[in-house]
């Protein structure tokens, strides 16, 4: 090991990922949810698990909980639970995809019954966050039309900006509301928050506390995301981002398994911009299912195909970069970047790892610890905790 290479990517040491409740409960397809030996029966047992993903990664320091998925009577023994294991609670998810009465909508349902229950929803959200510790409320509207004509576009935005002033009217001084975009689905002909422009616009009408979650598998192919990055980072209005792959819809698979080349030109644009340093504030979060793989090990390897993005992206030759762009020299700063996405950053990480008092190799300690058959035999049960039926 290097003094010099470890110096090179030190930044790493403080970069923390948030993990989701919801990886680690049972999930699948619209088609069939599989059950998986082990799964948390509780959300302490969620927490249980992803305390275990910081254990051997020492990088995912908060669990996001979704309400009402992660409902418990006392969230002030769920924190005091996932400060003994580690982990603190980290964003508070709302939910308004689940519900009979959200069928038309529910921030922007024209029925203002409806409305305000929605609403009511999210403020109890708030409370959760003040007993759990949590600083961030983090809102993905499913909100939508599938025909021409259903409700009017223009009346559905002024609900929602109603809507959404309500909540924001809720929080405290140190919280932050961060509004997430999806360009389809459940709706296929309107979505009220179909991409980071609504989100903006919206957050730029509430004020400072209102940033933009940027989801990752939430764009249509071909969209240029660390563009959007970009943009955001220069407003200050990038609040969190949703990490995961997509091949063709919201796939929700393992962050960096479909295209870890753009999950190299995302970090690039990040650590560019010096926004993985903590100060920045942004979250970077998980937001994925393990379907058909096992779950934790899943988390562990996502964590580690961010860590290598980020690692790449701490490689970059800043100066020759300037330099070779400055210059014109299209293939020299285009070479820049590549040199450093070609390499092989997984010794230096090791080497991280270890200077930290972690294995080197999160996914052998975690086979090596016992937990997984652990798991399987002591939680008979484990029930259907999440997304995905
Ligand atoms: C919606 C979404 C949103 C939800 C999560 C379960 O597709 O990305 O973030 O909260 O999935
Ligand atoms: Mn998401
Ligand atoms: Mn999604």
Known sequence: ??????????????FGIEVPSWAYGNSGTRFKVFST???????????????????????????SLHIPWDYVDDFGKLAAFAADSGVALGAVNSNVFQDDDYKLGSLTNSDPRIRAKAVAHHLECIDVMRATGSKVLKLWLPDGTNYAGQDSIRARQDRLAESLQEIYAGLDDDHRLLIEYKF????????DIPDWGTSLLHCLAL????????DTGHHAPGTNIEFIVTQLIRQNKLGAFDFNSRNYADDDLIVGAADPFQLFRIMHEIVSAGAHLPESGINFMLDQCHNIEPKIPGQ?????NVQEATAKALLVDAVALDEAQLGGDVLG???????AYNT?????????????GIDRDPVAAYARSGYAERIE????????ASWGA
């Open 1 to 14: 090991m290097t003094t010099a290479a470890l110096q090179d990517i030190s930044a790493l040491a403080d």
């Open 37 to 63: 030996p082990g799964v948390p029966r509780t959300p302490f047992e969620k927490v249980a698990d992803a305390a275990e993903v910081n254990r051997v990664t020492g990088a995912a320091p908060r669990v």
């Open 184 to 191: 389809f689905e459940p709706y296929f002909y309107t979505t």
């Open 207 to 214: 004020g400072d506390k209102a940033q933009v979650v940027l």
């Open 300 to 304: 562990i390897r996502s964590i580690m």
């Open 333 to 339: 700063a285009h070479a820049v970047l590549m040199d």
């Open 344 to 356: 092989d950053v997984r010794g230096l990480l090791g080497d991280l790892r270890e200077s930290k």
């Open 377 to 384: 035999s002591e939680r008979i049960g484990g029930n259907q």
